[in-house]
């Protein structure tokens, strides 16, 4: 989870985003704009949490060949009916973006 930043002045929070630099958000939609990272590739319910978050990509490091989501099984983040589209990456094949 990114730090939020002390709100001292009655003022919206700032929240540090994956490069370091703050954001002044009134209130932040779930994890709109967050990385993720992970050891193993998520399963159809993880994949679609990370859909309702908002996330703006994922990186996993081993596929899961019998429940992956996100490339390995199934590609639930290339679905044209879902309402969030985020980019996956693998580490297994070069960190190469996966269908979005």
């Known amino acids: 989870a990114l730090p939020l930043v002390e709100n001292t002045a009655g003022k919206p929070p700032l929240v540090e985003n994956t490069a370091g630099a703050s954001l002044l958000m009134e209130k932040p939609y779930l994890c709109t704009g967050f990385d993720v990272y992970v050891v193993g590739e998520p399963c159809i319910m993880c994949a679609m949490a990370l859909v309702h978050s908002r996330v703006r990509r994922v990186v996993y490091a081993v596929p899961d060949k019998e429940g992956g ?7 639930l983040h290339g679905q044209k009916s879902i ?5 996956v990456y693998s580490l297994a094949d070069d960190a190469s973006p996966t269908d979005q």
Not at 83 to 87: D, E, I, L, M, R
């Open 69 to 75: 989501a996100l490339g390995s099984k199934w590609t």
């Open 83 to 87: 309402n969030h589209k985020y980019a």
